[in-house]
């Protein structure tokens, strides 16, 4: 196998890598022992500027200017960390905080309502930006997402993050880690999860703070940071000769922040009403999964975290643009993934399924419900489009495996079973691999993953999609709380996980907590409502439905999506009632 499951994580207090003094160690110990017992505590939060001033780019082609600051959170002493679940989608969203007493961690439970949903805290930053004048021009609260781009701020602290890149999106997702490693600081800025401000070209001074119901929670100081804000207007036409390119990196870099997401060039054309609201926007960029290759994954690309103002201000004096990614002294959490080798040659030895962990796959309701016409391109027809997730809550990894035959059109598929230690332990047949040559897709597919069903309200069949055969990549985060969880998931993007057209083998993997999701928005994936009568349904997602796969539980596979279809051929209407608390269609 290519790479061992990754060790539990350890909620344990983190050791910088700089030695210190032994004697400074020991009166350390000492103090610590003639002190009383000391009070669960959490880190020591500070709100800082990572310079004095910025300057922001008003495009003629973009809806304002887009508030990227350049404000941390910094984490000092332990690290910040935030565990955000649901216990079902009855359940409200609550958040407990990992404290620490004597060096062992604490679980204490936040306020009810301190969050609604998983994209972050909500009203966490307070910005007020005044011109030159002094009059106040702008005032208003940002959510924060611990997962931002983030940064060490001191030499000793941990070389890496444990925490997960992003915070998750997906409107069915179960659980979350948020978290800012000790010594490290997290960007503020709200991204996709704020409207840009209509600021005419000009020079005005911003003041950011942090709310009062956070300074109280979590013990930060009110010292709001001061950055003096110049913006310029330009236009991608005057950035010649990369106006091109110019337009390219600015599109990407703010993809989605307008309200609903817009669609990304790869969904172009899907025809109105295709873009998700904010609540429904898919794999963080962070994943590296871009329109090239998570074309019909999804459900769309949300938009990037902020990039540390070094890096902002090196792409903007540079032509081209530098690609971000985590490199020499660069680490604003936009690497893409490395590919997964499969092995090089079929299994040998006697097929088995022996005794050990095993993935579980589960279905997500589906959501991003809509009635389109199939791109315009089968008049007369009406489909139901949606989006499907299919998730593994572990406690093992899916892997499989395709190995072709020379000449043959299809590989044989395998899927692999690996001991507490990562060791390879059996395998079993698992049906086949197809090569899907279709734009947009052009990568090998592994066989019967999962089904789309529309069943009347009795529960029988009345239309199946079509789409049964999928490319596993780690899209969205759905519950990164259970057991064996992978915060840092390799295949997150399609180009590190499904092959060439001459590929010899291939590797597809599902880790635990993540899920695939498809848009279905194609004909013959979505569902043809043309001759179904209006009335009540519900859309099935079936995971695993030939049972080829093995897995530690076959009985929760399906989940069904309640909807109504109404309206008249070639204007038929779908109403999508809430799914218990989560009301996103």
Known sequence: MTRKRTARLRRTLLAGTTAVAVTAVTAGLVAAAQEPAKAAKGPKL???????????????????VYLDLGTYLVSEGTPLELK??????KDPVAVTQTVYEGGKAKTKKLPTGTVKDFSGLPGFSEITLTDKAGKKVLTRSEGFCPNNASGRVRPDAPSTSKYPESCPTNPFTLGSVWGIEKGWAANTYAGSYTKPAQLPAGA????????????????IADKPATVKVTVVERSFEDENPNSALRSSAQAGEHAGHATGHHTPSAHSGHGPGHAPAPVEAAAPVTSGAGPSYNVGHGPLKAAPPALPWALKKKQQMSAPSPRAGDTAGQTDGSRRAPALKPLSKRPAGKPSVPDVPKPDLRSLPAYGIIVSDGEKDIPGKDYLAFSANVWNAGPAQLVVDGFRSPGKAKMDAYQYFYDAKGKQVGYTPTGTMEWDPRPGHVHWHFTDFASYRLLKADKKEAVRSGKEA????????????????NWHPFNTDLSTACGEENSISVREVLDVGSGDTYTQDLPGQSFD??????????????????KR?????????????????????????????AHDLVNAN
């Open 84 to 89: 955000v679940t649901r216990k079902s989608y």
């Open 549 to 577: 796969l093995k897995e530690t539980n076959l009985d929760n596979n399906s989940a069904l999506r309640k909807i109504v279809l109404g309206g008249k051929p070639g204007k038929r209407t779908v109403t999508v009632p």
């Open 204 to 219: 005005y001074t911003a003041k950011i703070g942090v709310a009062k119901k956070y300074r109280d929670l979590f013990g």
């Open 529 to 546: 409502i043309t001759d179904v009568p209006n009335g009540t349904y519900y859309i099935q997602v079936l995971a695993n439905p030939e």
């Open 46 to 64: 500070s709100l800082v500027a990572a310079t004095t001033s910025v300057t922001l780019t008003s495009w003629k082609e973009e809806p304002g």
């Open 470 to 485: 999928f490319c596993l990549a780690n899209t969205d985060a759905i519950d990164y709380t259970v057991k064996n969880a």
